[in-house]
C-alpha cells in the first residue's frame, strides 16, 4: 500500500522537481505590464514552443516570436516545452554614474520569471527571464545546472522578434565575409526586406507612432548579436551569433546565464537618446573607487598619419617623437585639454603592420621616442598621455604582453589605452565579434581596471553596456568615424552620416569619433585644397563644433593638427564644451534629416547646444524652457557664417553673443551640411 511517510514524499517531491514541478502558479500564457501599464509583454506556448509577444497601448509591436536553442550533439530546446513555474517581483531604484550623458538613472520595471521544461525526457529546464520598463524590454535565457544539460555548444540561438508592422530600419549589414569593423555607411529599408544587420537596429512604425530599437544588454561571456532578416519572406528578424571558426556560436556549461535581448520603445525619435534600458540590464559597478576614472578632451598625434602628413613607422615623417609629443603636450596643456594620444610610438609599425599582427611590443618604444621621459613631461604639465595598443587582432600576442605593458604604464603614471582591432578574423579564423572576442574584451577591461587604466576601443565589439559595471571602459570606436574624411574611397562621409549615427549607434553607448577638423579643405595638410570628390569632412566648421555636444563621448578628442586651431576663434568652444553632463534632452530630430540636443554639464548650471542637419539647410526656433527660471544667462553661438555650405564654402563661422533666460528663444539657421554649437553660461 502506498504510504505517504515523510521520506517518501521527500523522495517523490525530490523526482518531480528534477522533472518541473507543475506548481500552482503555473499556466499557458503570463502576462507582464511596464509600471506606466504602456507596454505588455506576453510570454505563451503555442504548438509547443515558447513564444513572447509585445504590445505598447494595446497595439502590436512584436506578433508572437519564438524562443530557445540549437545545440552541437544534442535535440534542440525549442518544442515539446510547457511552462512549469513564474515568479514575479517589481524594482525601483535611482542610481548615479560616474560619469555619463545623465548624472542619475532611475530603474523602474517589472518582472517576470518564466520556467520552461521539455514534455518528454530529458526534461530539460531553462528560464527566460523578461524585464519590462516603460522605455522597453528585456529577457533573457538562463540554463540551470541539470543532469541533462551540463557543458554545451550552441549552434544557433532561436530567438525571433517578428515585427508587427513593416517598419522602416535604418542599418549596416552583418553578412559580408569583411565587417569592416561596422564601419559602413547606413541604409534605410522596410524590415521585409533586410538581408542581415547589425544592432542597435533603430525602426520607425510606417504610421510614424512607435520607434523601436533591438539590441542587447551584459555581453559577457557569449558571442555578439546579429540579425537575419527575412528576406522578403516575412518580417521576422532572427538572432544571429557570430561563430568561432568551427561554426559553434558559444561554448558553456550550466549554470549560465545569456546577455539581455532588449526592445527599447519610444512614441518619438527624440525619446530614444540617451537610452538607458541597456544600462539598466546591466550589473552596478564592481569598481569601488571610480575618482581615477575621468572624463577629458584630448589632441593626438593621430590625423597627420591619417592624411598622410605623418607616419606610424619610423621614418623622417614619423610622428611619435619626443620632440613632437612635447609640442601636443604642451599645445594641450595651454588649452585645457587633459590628455594626448601618441599612436605609432611603439615598434612593430614598419612594413605592413595588418600583417606582422604578432611582432607588436607594447612596452619597447621607437628610438626617437622616450616613453619615460614625455611621461614624465606630461605629468609636469598636468597633461595625461594616452598610450595606444594596436593589436591588429594579434590577440595572443597581446594577452601575452598585457601584464607586463599595463604594468609598465601604470609605473609611469599612465592610466589611459586607446587600443584598436583592425582586423575582419582572430585567432585561427574566428569572427572579430564572437565569443572567443568577447571573452578576451572582457579580460582586458578587468586587467585594466586592476591597474587603474581607462580604455577607448576602437574597432570594437557594439556597447551592451559595460560601462555600468566597468567604468574603465570610456569609450569606443564601433561604428564609421571621422578618419574616413581623410582617406575613404568614397570621399568622405555624406552630410546626413551623423544625423544617423545620433538614432542608431549612438544609442547602444559613447563614439570616440574623433570631432573637430577645421581644416577642412586639408590644404595645409597636403598643401593643395582638396577637390569636393576627394575625401575630406562634409560639413561646415560650424558642424564639427555641433558635433561635440551631439555625439556622446567621455573622451572626446579636438583631432585636428594643433597648428590647425592656432588663431581660430571657434576653437574658444573646443576648449570650453564639457565631457561630463548631468542632463540631456534631445529637442528636435528626424533620423537622417536633423537633430538638436541639449546638455547641461555635470556639477555646473551651464548648459551647451549642438545642433546639424544633413544636406539641407534648416531653421529651428528653440525656447530655452530647460533653463532655471530667473536666471540670467549669456548664450555664446557659433553658427554658419553667411553663405557657408559643407560643399563649396564650408569654413564661415560666426561667432556672437545674447544674453538668455528660460523665456528666450534662439532662432537657429544651419546651413547645407551645417550646424551650430552653444554655451549658455551663468551671466557674470
Ligand atoms: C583605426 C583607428 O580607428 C584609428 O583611430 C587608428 O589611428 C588606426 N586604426 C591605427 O591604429
Ligand atoms: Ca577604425
Known amino acids: 500500500m502506498w504510504t505517504h511517510s515523510p521520506a517518501r514524499l521527500l523522495a517523490l517531491s525530490v523526482t518531480i522537481a528534477a522533472l518541473g514541478p507543475v506548481t500552482a502558479s503555473a499556466q499557458d500564457r503570463v502576462r507582464v505590464t511596464s509600471p506606466d501599464g504602456r507596454n505588455q509583454v506576453t510570454i505563451e506556448i503555442r504548438d509547443g514552443a515558447l513564444a513572447y509577444s509585445v504590445d505598447r497601448d494595446g497595439r502590436a509591436v512584436l506578433l508572437p516570436s519564438r524562443l530557445g536553442f540549437a545545440f552541437q550533439g544534442a535535440p534542440p530546446l525549442h518544442d515539446g516545452l510547457r511552462i512549469v513555474d513564474t515568479s514575479r517581483s517589481t524594482f525601483d531604484e535611482t542610481w548615479t554614474q560616474p560619469w555619463g550623458e545623465v548624472a542619475r538613472v532611475r530603474d523602474h520595471h517589472n518582472e517576470v520569471r518564466v520556467s520552461v521544461a521539455e514534455v518528454a525526457a530529458p526534461g530539460r529546464r531553462f528560464v527566460v527571464a523578461f524585464r519590462v520598463f516603460n522605455d522597453g524590454v528585456g529577457f533573457r535565457y538562463e540554463l540551470p545546472e541539470q543532469p541533462g544539460l551540463g557543458e554545451f555548444a550552441i549552434t544557433d540561438e532561436l530567438t525571433e522578434f517578428t515585427l508587427e508592422d513593416d517598419a522602416r530600419a535604418w542599418w549596416i549589414p552583418s553578412n559580408r565575409p569583411r565587417l569592416d569593423r561596422s564601419e559602413m555607411l547606413f541604409s534605410s529599408s522596410p524590415v521585409s526586406v533586410l538581408d542581415s544587420v547589425q544592432t542597435p537596429l533603430t525602426m520607425e512604425t510606417r504610421d510614424g507612432r512607435t520607434f523601436i530599437v533591438i539590441h542587447e544588454a551584459t555581453l559577457v561571456d557569449y558571442a555578439r548579436m546579429f540579425l537575419a532578416g527575412p528576406r522578403m519572406q516575412s518580417r521576422t528578424l532572427r538572432a544571429a551569433l557570430a561563430p568561432y571558426a568551427d561554426g559553434i556560436k558559444v561554448r558553456g556549461r550550466t549554470p549560465f546565464v545569456t546577455p539581455w535581448r532588449t526592445i527599447q520603445l519610444a ?44 607616419t606610424w613607422s619610423s621614418g623622417p615623417k614619423h610622428g611619435a617623437t619626443t620632440a613632437n609629443t612635447k609640442r601636443y603636450i604642451d599645445f594641450a596643456a595651454a588649452n585645457g585639454l587633459g590628455g594626448v594620444l601618441v599612436e605609432g610610438w611603439n615598434v612593430g609599425w614598419d612594413g605592413d603592420w595588418i600583417q606582422n599582427r604578432n611582432a607588436f611590443s607594447f612596452t619597447t618604444a621607437y628610438p626617437d621616442y622616450d616613453l619615460a621621459e614625455v611621461a614624465r613631461y606630461a605629468h609636469a604639465k598636468g597633461v595625461k598621455l594616452i ?27 599612465l592610466d589611459a589605452i586607446k587600443s584598436g582591432y583592425v582586423t575582419d578574423f582572430v585567432g585561427e579564423g574566428h569572427s572579430h565579434y564572437g565569443q572567443y572576442m568577447v571573452r578576451h574584451h572582457r579580460r582586458v577591461i578587468e586587467k585594466a581596471a586592476q591597474y587603474g587604466i581607462m580604455l577607448d576601443v576602437h574597432e570594437p565589439i557594439h556597447d551592451a553596456g559595460e560601462r555600468r559595471t566597468y567604468p574603465n571602459m570610456m569609450s569606443r570606436e564601433g561604428a564609421r568615424g571621422q578618419e574616413y574624411n581623410a582617406w575613404s574611397a568614397e570621399g568622405g562621409n555624406p552630410p546626413e552620416h551623423e544625423t544617423i549615427l545620433f538614432f542608431t549607434r549612438m544609442l547602444d553607448g559613447p563614439m570616440d569619433f574623433t570631432p573637430g577638423i577645421f581644416d577642412i579643405l586639408i590644404e595645409r595638410g597636403t598643401g593643395r585644397p582638396r577637390r569636393p570628390d576627394e575625401p575630406r569632412p562634409r560639413t561646415t566648421l560650424a558642424k564639427q563644433l555641433a558635433l561635440y555636444v551631439v555625439l556622446y563621448s567621455p573622451l572626446q578628442m579636438a583631432a585636428d593638427l594643433p597648428e590647425n586651431y592656432e588663431h581660430q576663434p571657434a576653437f574658444q568652444f573646443i576648449r570650453d564644451v564639457a565631457v561630463d553632463w548631468d542632463t540631456t534632452r534631445v529637442i528636435a530630430g528626424k533620423i537622417g534629416d536633423y537633430v538638436i540636443v541639449a546638455r547641461r554639464e555635470k556639477n555646473s548650471p551651464s548648459w551647451y547646444i549642438g545642433a546639424i542637419t544633413d544636406e539641407e539647410g534648416r531653421t529651428f526656433d528653440i525656447p530655452l524652457t530647460f533653463l532655471t527660471p530667473g536666471r540670467k544667462y549669456v548664450a555664446e553661438i557659433y553658427a554658419d557664417g553667411p553663405g557657408a555650405n559643407w560643399l563649396t564654402n564650408p569654413l564661415p563661422v560666426a561667432i556672437s553673443q545674447r544674453p538668455v533666460d528660460a523665456t528666450s528663444h534662439l532662432h537657429l539657421v544651419l546651413a547645407p551640411g551645417g550646424g551650430q554649437a552653444i554655451r549658455i553660461r551663468p551671466a557674470r
Open 267 to 310: 512614441d518619438r525619435a527624440t525619446d530614444l537618446a540617451p537610452s538607458l534600458l541597456g544600462l539598466n540590464l546591466n550589473p552596478p559597478s564592481v569598481i569601488q573607487n571610480t575618482s581615477w576614472i575621468k572624463p577629458m578632451k584630448y589632441v593626438g598625434i593621430w590625423w597627420g598619419m591619417h592624411i598622410g602628413t605623418m
Open 387 to 413: 598610450v595606444h595598443n594596436e593589436t591588429s587582432g594579434g590577440i595572443e600576442n597581446y594577452e601575452r604582453q598585457m601584464d607586463s605593458a599595463f604594468a609598465l604604464y601604470h609605473s609611469l603614471g
